[in-house]
């Protein structure tokens, strides 16, 4: 146990010292390329936790989620199609793990949300760029985005992190879009698409690993 804590704990507390310490760096004169490798360090050491945590298929399929989100950190800051691409097969990733963990049964209302969050997203990512040559690539990103949130809030892994972490996500991804839109020239994006995105990322790997090792610490009947 205490072996285990040891081996894992570091990548958590580099993570949070990449992720934290990003928020207050990316408007500075650091060099492009490192600054890059730092972004992208944040959600690549939740990618390494993974791995060493969960020893089994599911642990591998959420280390590649944090690993493609990594990648479309890197990715983005050179071309914003590209970055959207990485990220796509990230949620494709995610939504077969959380169809692997489908919950059981779930409530009208949560049934309700889920199912009324792909549209919704959909429409509010379509409708906000000014320039609509863009609005359907928008759509169909956003469409990866909100089945991906959907599978997470009905999975069996816990709601008010997994479930919650891709809301957050969600809302993060919203606000990279209002750029393109009514928000282009507001600070407001600025300080809320980093610190929403990483904290969602955060609670999606810890709320999936943590339920994993519980399912492997239970001995077969």
């Not at 490798?37 to 944090?66: Q, T």
């Not at 809320?192 to 001995?219: D, H, N, S």
Request: aromatic share 14%.
């Amino acid at each position: 146990m205490k072996r285990a804590i040891i081996e894992s704990r570091p990548y958590l507390l580099l993570s949070l010292l990449f992720g934290i310490s990003y928020f207050f760096v990316n408007d500075s004169n650091i060099p492009g390329v490192f600054l890059m490798l730092w972004k992208s360090s944040a959600v690549g050491f939740l990618a390494v936790y993974a791995l060493r945590r969960a020893h089994n298929l599911d642990g591998m399929l959420i280390a590649a989620v944090m690993a493609f989100g990594a990648l479309g950190d890197m990715l983005i800051e050179f071309d914003l199609m590209a970055g959207a691409g990485a990220f796509i097969v990230g949620h494709c990733i995610a939504i077969g793990l959380y169809w692997r963990h489908r919950r059981a049964k779930t409530s009208f209302s949560q049934k309700t949300l889920a199912i009324l969050l792909v549209p919704v997203t959909i429409f509010i990512g379509w409708s906000l760029p000014f320039s609509r040559e863009e609005a359907p690539g928008i759509a169909i990103y956003s469409l990866f985005l909100a089945v991906m949130a959907a599978m997470a809030w009905t999975s069996s892994f816990p709601r008010y992190r997994v479930g919650v972490g891709a809301l957050l996500f969600v809302i993060s991804d919203l606000f990279i879009f209002s750029r393109m839109g009514f928000l282009a020239h507001s600070a407001i994006p600025d300080w809320t698409i980093w610190p929403l995105y990483y904290v969602g990322q955060f609670l999606i790997v810890i709320g999936v690993v943590r339920t994993l090792r519980k399912e492997m610490a239970v001995p077969n009947p």
